[in-house]
């Protein structure tokens, strides 16, 4: 079994079996970006996806820096949340892949299981830009990654 795929395997299990306190959310500081919990797939929220994102990064070697550029990038792409770009792109997802289907190559979940998400585009981000603040340096200067 690939490395990627013992993590999404992995992540895939933390997010259904952990629970998380609901309170208020945004933005991840610095200082909390080791913290994680998870609410199950069909209760996920964007803070829950949020701290999925950092905690699977973070599992996959992003250092610190990284993390924080990604949590940039995927704030202003979709809110960590699991929808259609609202502009009308077609876009869909946490990072919001063009089109949709392409996080099938992730997993058949890709539109209801957040976990299925990030790791197609953790993958698709080191893939095209080769980290997180490159891809944030690209979203920066031209609106897209």
Request: with cysteine.
């Amino acid at each position: 079994m690939k490395a990627s795929s013992k993590l999404g395997a992995a992540a895939v299990a933390f997010v259904v079996m952990a629970g998380v306190s609901h309170g208020k959310h945004g933005h991840l500081g610095l200082g909390s970006l080791d913290s994680f919990g998870a609410t199950p797939v069909g209760s996920s929220t964007s803070s829950a996806n949020e701290r999925l994102a950092m905690h699977m990064a973070k599992d996959a070697g992003w250092p610190r820096s990284q993390r924080r550029c990604l949590d940039w990038l995927w704030t202003r792409e979709s809110g960590f949340q699991m929808v259609w770009n609202t502009a009308g792109s077609g876009a869909y997802g946490i990072p919001q892949a063009l089109p949709a289907s392409k996080m099938a190559s992730a997993g058949s979940d890709y539109m209801t299981n957040p976990a299925t998400d990030i790791r197609w585009g953790l993958s698709y981000v080191t893939g095209r830009y080769g980290d997180a603040c490159r891809a944030w340096q690209h979203e920066e200067a031209n609106s897209w990654y």
